[in-house]
Nanobody
Framework: QLQASGGGLVQAGDSLRLSCAASGLTFNAYVMGWFRQAPGKEREFVAAIRSSGSEAYYADSVKGRFTISRDNAKNTVYLQMTSLKLEDTAVYYC??????????????????WGQGTLVTVSS
């Protein structure tokens, strides 16, 4: 199971950190990803981090503003979001997939999904 938390209402320019705690899986064997879905839009890739934490990938829309990290000892993945924009408003989902499946940005490859946490950015 994946349990996402940390969402909330913030103002544009603010920062927020999302967390996703995993249980019932061998956490360090999975690539962890964050996806988001805004109202009326398709779910989109945000960021992913490889099993060891040595490689991370980002959508162009968040590159330089968001940072994904993981603590394998705590079975937790994080998404640090800075300089938030109105267009970052969405439900954010964490997800896990087997390390050997590629590419990391493809939502259909992720086996486990969290319940989502809402991030609302206001002006």
């Amino acid at each position: 199971q994946l349990q996402a938390s940390g969402g909330g209402l913030v103002q544009a320019g603010d920062s927020l950190r999302l967390s996703c705690a995993a249980s019932g899986l061998t956490f360090n064997a999975y690539v962890m990803g964050w996806f988001r879905q805004a109202p009326g839009k398709e779910r989109e890739f945000v960021a992913a981090i490889r099993s060891s934490g040595s490689e991370a990938y980002y959508a162009d829309s968040v590159k330089g503003r968001f940072t994904i990290s993981r603590d394998n000892a705590k079975n937790t993945v994080y998404l640090q979001m800075t300089s938030l924009k109105l267009e970052d408003t969405a439900v954010y989902y964490c997800a896990a997939k087997e390390w050997y499946l590629r590419p990391d940005y493809s939502a259909s490859l992720y086996r486990y999904w969290g319940q989502g946490t809402l991030v609302t950015v206001s002006s």
